[in-house]
């Protein structure tokens, strides 16, 4: 059972950057698609970005160019750098392993992190 562990989030001034971390164990997170979500107050969790095994990326059209997905596999961990900082980037972020985009914005996660706290005060 691959679990899943973020850390990174925290309070930060707009304009601010910050960059998540998810730590994965139980498993090689080399044989998985990653990717990042996030659920704002009164909102359903929404794609941020993902990471295929093979290394290429998607974003969320709306912040393509603000946040960068990487993957270090040799450390088993997936980053999420994030600059440029919004009060509407506040979130509870999430780090998401075996992602499969079904189309039509729906995706498929097979495991979970937690959720770490990103909030930006303006």
């Known amino acids: 059972q691959v679990q899943l562990l973020e850390s990174g989030g925290g309070l930060v001034q707009a304009g601010a950057s910050l960059r998540l971390s998810c730590a994965a164990s139980?498993?090689?997170?080399?044989?998985?698609?990653m990717g990042w979500f996030r659920q704002a107050p009164g909102k359903e969790r929404s794609f941020v970005a993902a990471i295929s095994r093979s290394g290429g990326k998607t974003y969320a059209d709306s912040l393509e160019g603000r946040f960068t997905i990487s993957r270090d596999n040799a450390r088993n961990t997936v980053y999420l750098e994030m600059e440029s900082l919004k009060p509407d980037d506040t979130a509870v972020y999430y780090c998401?392993?075996?992602?499969?985009?079904?189309?039509?914005?729906?995706?498929?996660?097979?495991?979970w992190g937690q959720g770490t706290q990103v909030t930006v005060s303006s």
């Open positions: 998401a392993g075996g992602v499969v985009n079904l189309g039509f914005g729906t995706y498929r996660v097979d495991y």
């Open positions: 139980g498993g090689t997170l080399s044989y998985y698609n």
